[in-house]
């Protein structure tokens, strides 16, 4: 026995990032040695055969986890460090899930392919969802595979319309699907240190008659449904007519259906005790790429929740990108992170005016959208004023919620943070931010002025702007070394040179 054991062969592994492959040669036997480098003295081996055999090798795959509860692991750290039970152990933010939800429109070409590369390796999405594929999963299963998509569920096409796919890397997600059909598949999402959540990914069908049975099963599981539930896709659909812009000559009669339309939508989201998660970004997210007065643009894309998904992601939100390959915009969800708003004022030293402007940036630093617009005479507690609450309507619109607004004026934080004076300097502009910011659960705070000079340099550009409020998806080429010196903290030597 001892003979035996000295002729099989002895291979250690180092786990990384909770995973590592083997290699298992068909006919031969060897003891693979898994070294862990983490503190835990027992945990789980889960052995899942890999799709690719070759003619030499079985590859599996080896998933490292836990044995012990979360809970268990820092009772028994406590006993080793010798601390005592009802010692506080810090709480770490969860890391942010991300979404990628796209009415591709089509997926079987080299333009698509080369497009869905670029979005991937920019956002690093943990999961895809894209609709109205035309195509057969079964074609795409190789490339997808080389960006790390090696698990999916699908609903194909009916014909060369139609398909739902859902993707994603089970390295760092599992998804347990519920139900498929052609305009909707429903899937649980886990992720280790994370609640259990329901996805509910939509393709609804242009065909009113098809999209009523979608809302009637979308009614039935909302009678039954107790877990955090996320509806997002294309609904075909919008909810106000301030989500459709079109200059049809029938404007009167198509205004009248468009509001029919958009008051049965609502009907439908609170039947189901859903609301909207709003949008950052390019809001209308579906054109028909016609030019001047032919063209229409629409918001069909969106994401719903429920109460409880809105508990367990307080900070969650949209992002609508714009378009690119697809009529249609992609959008990122995230379950996790911070949307920033930085204003700004600027007035002229000759009581010519001024301006204001602000920008939306995520938790990275990254631009999501602008805006900026000339003022008539002005103070400069004025202009800073109206850069916060015009910031704050664009909020209200898109539906954001618990955005952080920093400027530079400390006079306007002191006024949008306490109690309102009846000698209150422009009342009636204070007030209306007041009650945009207690609604939408926004806060304000104070930065230096090194640290808002984008902010400075939209408020400057609005000086020679005409009256309308400008909102830009893309920054201003003026602003493109500011973003990028903010993103990496030189702000100051920027402003220094």
């Known amino acids: 026995m001892e003979e035996a054991t000295e002729t099989i062969r002895l291979i250690e592994h180092r786990v990384d990032q909770f995973r590592t492959l083997l290699f298992l040669e068909l006919g031969k036997e060897a003891y693979h040695h898994i070294g862990i480098d983490w503190w835990l003295e027992e945990v789980k081996l889960m052995i899942q055969p890999w799709w ?113 796919w859902l993707l994603w890397n089970p390295n760092q997600i599992n998804v347990r699907v519920n139900e498929a059909g052609s305009q909707m598949i429903t899937a649980t999402i886990a992720r280790q240190d994370y609640p259990d959540w329901v996805l509910s990914a939509i393709y609804a069908s242009p065909n009113p008659r098809l999209r009523d049975e979608l809302w009637s099963d979308l009614e039935s599981m909302a009678q039954n449904m107790h877990e955090p539930w996320m509806v997002a896709g294309d609904f075909n659909d919008y909810s106000s007519l301030t989500e459709k812009m079109s200059y049809s000559v029938n404007q009167s009669q198509n205004s009248n259906q468009s509001l029919r339309r958009s008051q049965k939508f609502n009907d439908r989201v609170n039947n189901c005790q859903l609301m909207d998660l709003g949008c950052v970004g390019p809001r209308l997210t579906w054109t028909n790429n016609r030019k ?152 304000i705070q104070h930065i230096k002025r090194e640290a808002n000079i984008c902010a400075d340099a939209l408020a400057k550009l609005g000086e020679n702007q005409l009256a309308e409020l400008l909102i830009v998806n893309d920054p201003p080429a003026e602003i493109h070394n500011m973003l990028i010196a903010d993103i990496v903290h030189l702000s100051q030597e920027v402003v220094r040179t």
């Not at 969802?129 to 074609?139: A, F, G, M, P, W």
């Not at 378009?323 to 959008?331: K, R």
């Not at 379950?335 to 001024?354: C, V």
């Not at 002005?378 to 539906?399: M, N």
């Open 52 to 164: 690719e055999i070759d003619a030499h090798n079985v590859r599996h795959m080896v998933l490292v986890k836990p044995a012990k509860t979360l809970e268990e692991d820092q009772t028994n750290a406590r006993n080793i460090l010798g601390l005592p039970e009802v010692a506080n152990w810090p709480t770490l933010p969860l890391l942010s899930m991300e979404l990628l939800i796209w009415n591709c429109r089509g997926a079987g070409n080299d333009r698509f392919r080369r497009n869905l590369r670029e979005l991937v390796q920019m956002h690093k999405p943990d999961m895809l969802i894209l609709l109205e594929t035309n195509v057969d999963l079964h074609k795409m299963g190789m490339f997808f595979n080389n960006l790390g998509y090696t698990a999916s569920s699908h609903v194909d096409p009916t014909g060369r319309s139609g398909g739902i």
């Open 292 to 443: 001047w007065w032919a063209n229409t643009m629409v918001r069909l894309d969106r994401a719903l929740c429920n109460t409880e998904w809105r508990t367990i992601f307080p900070e969650g939100y949209v992002r609508n990108l714009p378009h690119t390959y697809s009529d249609q915009s992609p959008l990122i969800v995230h379950t996790q992170g911070t949307i920033k708003l930085n204003t700004d004022g600027s007035t002229r030293r000759n009581g010519g005016g001024g301006g204001f402007g602000g920008l939306f940036r995520d938790e990275t630093g990254s631009w999501i959208s602008g805006y900026y617009r000339k003022l008539e005479i002005c103070t400069s507690l004025e202009a800073e004023l109206w850069a916060v609450y015009k910031g704050l309507t664009i909020i209200l619109q898109r539906g954001m919620n618990q955005v952080v607004i920093e400027t530079d004026a400390e006079q306007v934080v002191q006024l949008l943070s306490e109690e309102l004076r009846e000698r209150c300097p422009f009342r009636g502009v204070v007030e209306d931010a007041c009650i945009i910011m207690r609604d939408c659960n926004c806060t």
